[in-house]
């Protein structure tokens, strides 16, 4: 079809399209459907293959993981594209629905009881450091191990790199921090501490140390005041402990010691929390009560790796930390029964969880109800009931916890309002029916809340999806029952009464 100008002159019409709209548009579009539209003319095809279209759609359908991709410019570096960081992504996310793991699970042995605790280490630590803490049956004692993966292991590939050359670091059975079993471990953020719990009531931060002596450095005579502070601090470092690692590991030593003791409490703590600037540590116990501790700007202000003659500052004595609050829920301290009111005894916290900015806590426990607390007063805003059992976990689905997850001994997963207070649903994960019913152990809830891994005392491990509120599949079991899960970007760990940790990666 011809038109006709101003000047009298015919000449084919054509679409002038708004590149930039377009883009704007495409960039809503998943994966899928960015293919096909750009079959549909050139003009398309040049508009998709724009590499800022991909980084929406990638924005869009994957806003966690947009704040953790590197910057544009590491990215121009590392010559890495939307387009394939958004495939790299909605692969995994098929993973995960359809339960499609890379291989095999991945099995670490090496402790000698059964490991209560574990976790991934992040920065400064090398990506995809795990460090697991067990009871040893034999002599009641501690056990904690540190596996190293080998260097340049990318967070997606912990699990082969630890099968295939890792190092496990092992405590002194001596430590005091490791004369009876390890029940929990929770590293600061950002810091080479940890938080490790006990079964005899003891909380303590202990610190790591990589010191390096490569072979190749030339010898320097070391300075007198760390020779005076090496001999001050003699009795800390024969409590202490450490090992060589392989060869993978540049010729180094970690050690770790005891640099702070949470004193207040009185019962085993299952779990710990701590927020993301490492400034406040919440212990729930099972002597009933919440212990807040307001920790030390010393204590984030150290460093992961010195020289093997360098000196090490705060390696004295153990200091010690009280705690700044401690919330107790004071309905459970009064019963009236006959007209006659009596105190009973508080029941064990078992679980704990807050949000990014801590002005919400909600916990479980004994009492088979979830709370939620106003961290500004200091007081319980909402209790919640659905339970049967103990509550052993709560997680948090959003950064304000306005929805959170828990799991019981009566073999149930609850989705919680907070706000309102509400059930919002639930899953079976593994009540068979009555008198066959499973504890759920482990929780893991992956990056972005829309699935989450559980462990059960049938021995196996269960993917649920928390938005359609369903379980999806099992991945495996353990030869015992499972104990605790972790989760590391799509890499899962499980723990159990086998002695063993296994790891699970989705790809």
Not at 488 to 501: A, C, K, N
Request: charged share 25%; proline share 4%; hydrophobic share 35%.
């Amino acid at each position: 079809m011809n038109t006709i100008s101003s000047s009298g002159e015919s000449h084919p019409r054509e679409l002038q399209w708004d590149r930039a709209a377009l883009a704007k548009v495409f960039g809503y579009l998943d994966a899928t459907t960015l293919v096909n539209v750009q079959l549909a003319s050139k003009s398309f095809r040049e508009i998709v293959k724009n590499d800022s279209v991909w980084e929406s759609s990638f924005r869009n359908d994957f806003p966690y993981y947009a704040q953790r991709v590197t910057s544009r410019k590491q990215r121009r570096n590392k010559r890495v594209a939307w387009y394939s960081e958004y495939m790299d992504r909605a692969h995994r996310e098929y993973c995960w629905r359809t339960g499609k793991l890379s291989k095999e699970a991945v099995v670490l042995n090496g402790h000698a009881g059964t490991v209560y605790a574990a976790t991934f280490l992040d920065t400064p630590f090398r990506p995809g450091t795990i460090v697991t803490g067990a009871y040893l049956d034999t002599s009641s004692r501690g056990e904690i191990k540190m596996w190293l993966p080998s260097r340049g292991t990318t967070p997606s590939k912990v699990a082969n790199s630890l099968e295939d050359r890792s190092t496990s670091v092992q405590v002194d059975t001596k430590e005091e921090v490791t004369k009876s079993g390890i029940l929990s471990l929770y590293q600061l953020y950002g810091t080479p501490q940890i938080a490790c719990t006990t079964f005899e009531s003891g909380v303590h931060i202990v610190r790591a140390r990589e010191v390096v002596h490569e072979e190749s450095m030339d010898e320097r005579p070391s300075s007198s005041s760390a020779k005076r502070e090496r001999e001050e601090d003699e009795d800390c470092l024969q409590r202490s402990f450490s090992v060589k690692n392989d060869g993978n590991s540049g010729g180094s030593t970690y050690s770790f010691y005891p640099v702070l003791e949470c004193l207040g409490q009185e019962a085993p703590c299952a779990k710990t929390f701590v927020d993301k600037n490492s400034r406040i540590l919440a212990i729930p116990s099972l002597d009933g009560a919440v212990r807040l501790y307001s920790l030390p700007e010393w204590i984030t202000n150290c460093s992961l790796h010195v020289e093997e003659d360098g000196e090490e500052a705060n390696q004295g004595k153990e200091a010690t930390l009280s705690p700044s609050a401690e919330l107790y829920d004071d309905v459970e301290l009064l019963v009236t029964e006959n007209n006659t009111t009596s105190r009973v005894r508080r029941k064990p916290v078992s679980a704990l969880t807050m949000s990014e900015a801590c002005d919400v806590m909600v916990t479980g426990g004994n009492d088979m109800r979830v709370k939620v607390w106003d961290m500004q007063h200091n007081v319980i805003t909402s209790r919640m009931e659905g339970h049967s059992g103990w509550i052993w976990n709560v997680k948090p689905l959003d950064p304000f916890l306005n929805v959170a997850m828990s799991t019981s001994t009566d073999g149930f997963c609850r989705k919680w309002d907070t706000r309102t207070g509400a059930s919002v649903g639930h899953i079976n994960v593994s009540a068979h029916g009555p008198g066959n019913i499973y504890p759920v152990t482990g929780v893991a809830l992956r990056g972005n809340g829309w699935h989450m891994a559980v462990g059960s005392m049938d021995k196996s491990v269960y993917v649920l999806d928390c938005r359609m509120m369903k379980r999806l599949y099992t991945i495996g079991q353990h030869e015992d029952r499972v104990c605790r899960a972790m989760m590391h970007e799509d890499t899962l760990m499980t723990t159990g009464w086998d002695h063993s940790v296994r790891l699970w990666e989705f790809a």
